[in-house]
């Protein structure tokens, strides 16, 4: 079983054994569980070990990727070997639903990066009450 483990807030997923069809299908079911229970602020996905990554585990990485958005979070997959992504262009598989990083440092500058500009969104959003100069009242 894969570990999923949080880390500054951000769920971090290190894949170090071989991803096999069922396993893979699990992490994607149980990452969805852990969302909801933990209410993280992104993931990582951690592939840095693995050395084959077939079209369907590709596939399962980018539906999770897709599972992520959906629950309002994005996913970082890190640590990829130049041999499986060149294996997956070859393939012509295209990991839509993910960002990438170099290594978990980038990973984690990322999220930063996306804290920072909701926060500067959030802060340069205004409010019914802002507009129209009233109080609501609830």
Known sequence: MIPIIEIEGLLVVPVQ??????????????????????????????????EVLDSFIARVLDQIGQ??????LQTVVVGMQPAVAMTLVEMGMDLAFVRTALNMDFAMEIFKELKRKSAEENAGSETSADLYGEELSG
């Open 67 to 72: 599972q992520c958005l959906l629950m309002g």
């Open 17 to 50: 054994e071989t991803l096999h069809d069922r396993l893979a299908l699990d992490l994607q079911q149980r990452l969805g569980e852990e969302i909801a229970a933990r209410n993280p602020g992104g993931v990582i996905i951690d592939v840095s070990t693995v």
